[in-house]
């Protein structure tokens, strides 16, 4: 009896794990465009900074939560970090949560915009950076089902605190299947929207338990790209699909609580804030010393090789330049998966068709064949690179023969290689956490061979120039 328990496991669990390989999109237009300038569109620039902020770190755009009583009990073992002041509704919650009041006037908190965009490197925790410590590969649904189960225990249907989480507890219930992945620090951001509009009607945004569309069955993450490269951007996410307004764009965080398009619309005016903050967010300076004659030495070489994509830097913004390009997958040769799965996604169409898209201001998706060249201000405090996270360090970027198949953090955020610019790790896994493997699907380290022509003593130059920006 107990092998045939432990084979049925066994059958279970391969089942559970096993995917549909996604077709790769047909090579539209290599032979006919290798880089491809993404527009500007228009923007509402007239925001106000200062209330922008204040509204990340106080506002309601999440829409639902967790009682705010549960929450600070269960923040009694989380981070203490207070990186900026908040009102007492939010003394002994975490920096990247925050508590609110719901619409039915129950005080809760859920997690804000900085659970994904704050974190820590070296000696700091930068706001703004992508977080890659979080670990998404524990899968959430027995905490779902735990957290469903004490919520019934404690308070009755029609209580307020129950309804305030209501909206919360049914998009958990259908996201947390589809997010655990199978790399650490890999962020399944784009996972989590899509099941959750997957149980939205498309006009209201409100909860519909018949899902709108399908989902492939396999759990694909990204790096967390910074915030302070949006003010240079004139479209959002890895591949250029996001177009339109920012501000509806950005608010797409809500999706995972906001019980309708009603609440949708207060939340977008208070974006317009949002969005001017991001457009003075700075990224942060090296904190270390700089071999100046070296950097200096990298300038020139960047400029030749790497500026017509990835833009010119000044002493001021204002003396740079971003050229806003996407790069066909034929050229650059990263990893294709986590594009060719967008352009096949269920989400555009449902994206286009909803509330995001066909009321003012409008934002649309819009697919490319190809991965966007980012801007690479603070590119010292974006580790790990690529698009998806399996390159440790600026100098393995350059040179794709040094890249390791399998690379293991310590887990703990002071451990920067400040020479390769990157996280420190040892090439022969030990502790097995916070182990990267290149051979999982989507997260291949292949690609951007554009370093490798550089002579060695070059390569150092122009990671040395990149630690200046």
């Not at 929450?71 to 908040?86: I, N, V």
């Not at 129950?106 to 974190?119: K, L, R």
């Not at 050229?323 to 997958?329: R, Y």
Request: with cysteine.
């Amino acid at each position: 009896m107990r092998k045939i328990f432990i084979f049925t496991s066994l059958l279970l669990f391969v089942a559970c794990n096993a995917y549909r390989p996604i077709a790769e999109v047909a090579n539209v237009g290599s032979d006919v465009w290798k880089t491809r300038v993404l527009p500007a569109s228009p923007q509402d620039i007239s925001g106000d900074p200062e209330a922008g902020f204040d509204y990340l770190i106080h506002g309601d755009y999440i829409g639902s939560g967790v009682p705010i009583d549960i929450m600070r009990s269960a923040a009694k073992r989380m981070t203490k970090e207070d990186p900026y002041a908040r009102n007492k509704l939010n003394e002994g919650i975490p920096y990247n949560m925050t508590g609110f009041v719901a619409p039915n006037g129950t005080e809760v908190a859920n997690g804000n915009c900085f659970t994904c965009h704050a974190g820590h490197i070296g000696e700091e925790l930068v706001i703004g950076m992508g977080e890659s410590w979080s670990d998404y590969e524990k899968s959430m649904v027995l905490g779902g089902v735990g957290m469903r189960t004490g919520m019934a225990l404690k308070y009755k249907k029609d209580d307020p605190e129950y309804k305030a989480w209501e909206d919360f507890g049914n998009y958990f219930k259908v996201m947390a299947p589809r997010i655990s992945v199978t790399q650490p620090g890999a962020n399944p951001a784009f996972r989590l929207a899509e099941a959750c509009m997957m149980h939205r009607d498309p006009e209201d945004l409100t909860f519909t338990e018949e899902p709108q569309f399908e989902m492939w069955d396999y759990n694909i993450g990204t790096d967390t790209p910074p915030l302070w490269h949006v003010k240079k951007k004139n479209t959002l996410y890895y591949t250029g699909i996001g177009r339109g307004s920012m501000p509806k764009l950005l608010l797409q965080a809500s999706v995972l609580g906001v019980p309708d398009s009603a609440q949708s619309r207060k939340s977008v005016e208070a974006f317009k804030d949002v969005y001017a903050w991001l457009l003075t967010l700075e990224a942060p300076k090296y904190p270390k010393a700089i071999d100046q004659s070296l950097a200096a030495a990298g300038k020139p070489l960047f400029t030749e090789h790497c500026s017509g994509c990835h833009g010119t830097y000044g002493a001021t913004d204002a003396e740079d330049t971003y050229p806003n390009k996407v790069v066909h997958l034929d050229v650059i040769k990263t990893d294709r998966l986590y594009s060719d799965y967008i352009q096949q996604s269920g989400i555009v169409d449902w994206y286009n068709k909803s509330w995001f898209a066909t009321s003012e201001p409008k934002s649309a998706f819009v697919p490319n064949v190809g991965y966007v060249a980012p801007p690479l201000d603070g590119v010292w405090a974006s580790a790990p690179y690529f698009h998806n996270g399996s390159v440790p360090t600026l100098y393995e970027v350059l040179h794709s023969d040094s890249r390791p198949a399998r690379w293991t953090r310590s887990g703990d955020p002071k451990d920067v290689d400040w020479k390769k610019m990157g996280w420190a790790y040892d090439p022969e896994p030990k502790n097995k956490k916070w182990t990267f493997d290149t051979s999982e699907p989507g997260y291949s380290n292949v690609g951007h061979y554009f370093g490798d022509k550089l002579s060695e003593e070059e390569r150092w130059a122009v990671v040395e120039y990149l630690k200046t920006l």
